[in-house]
């Protein structure tokens, strides 16, 4: 069974910084692609970003709102995806998803919540 | 970006009736490998979204034969056979066709 585990989320102060983990279980995980999908309270879902597998590249992709402030990465020797956030702003708050990214659908961790608030 | 448009946004259904919701996309999601980048998942109130259906037409793992999946190109449907109690939730559609992957704005279904 697919497990997904997010850690790391808290209240940060704008201008902050915050690393989000994901630990991830019940699959090959290095050789998955990995994906990154916020939901600001009581909103819809944004995708944040995504990072290829090592034997597919290992390549990034960011959404324009986080591009130049969020860096995604993976430890596969750990099973563990990462979300380096930086220059936080209040629109960041959210629950962040770590998810799979399949061309069969995606499994979601639980979610941990982001507070951005002086 | 391939903007997903969701009809209808609120959708109350009487248990074993029947529940349809619409999803469109700005572009074609038809790969060349002829499948739909199309996903729906639920958000069912205070949990993670979940995968219903997979490029467009697949049910995912344990899910009830009373959700299908159609549609082709930019037009695709959920459908709920009979809905029941445990349907409740945020139905969302996505595109992975390319990215930025984007979301549908959610249809919030309720029970009568």
């Known amino acids: 069974e697919v497990q997904l585990v997010e850690s790391g989320g808290g209240l940060v102060k704008p201008g902050g910084s915050l690393r989000l983990s994901c630990a991830a279980s019940?699959?090959?995980?290095?050789?998955?692609?990995m994906s990154w999908v916020r939901q600001a309270p009581g909103k819809g879902l944004e995708w944040v970003g995504r990072?290829?597998?090592?034997?597919?590249?290992?390549?990034?992709d960011y959404a324009a709102p986080v591009k130049g402030r969020f860096t995604i990465s993976r430890d596969d020797s750990k099973n563990t995806l990462y979300l380096q956030m930086n220059s936080l702003k209040t629109e960041d708050a959210a629950v962040y998803y770590c998810?799979?990214?399949?061309?069969?659908?995606?499994?979601w961790g639980q979610g941990t919540l982001v507070t951005v608030s002086s | 970006d391939i903007v997903m448009t969701q009809s209808p946004l609120s959708l109350p259904v009487t248990p074993g009736e029947p529940a349809s919701i619409s999803c469109r996309s700005s572009q074609s999601l038809l790969h060349s490998n002829g499948y739909n980048y199309l996903d729906w998942y639920l958000q069912k109130p205070g949990q993670s979204p979940h995968l219903l259906i997979y490029?467009?037409?697949n049910r995912a793992s344990g899910v009830p034969d009373r959700f299908s999946g159609g549609g082709s190109g930019t037009d695709f449907t959920l459908k709920i056979s009979r809905v029941e109690a445990e349907d409740v939730g945020v139905y969302f559609c996505m595109q992975g066709l390319q990215t930025p992957i984007t979301f549908g704005q959610g249809t919030r279904l309720d029970i009568k």
């Open positions: 490029l467009g037409s």
């Open positions: 019940g699959f090959i995980f290095s050789d998955a692609w």
């Open positions: 998810t799979t990214d399949t061309t069969q659908g995606s499994d």
């Open positions: 990072i290829k597998s090592k034997t597919d590249g290992g390549t990034t």
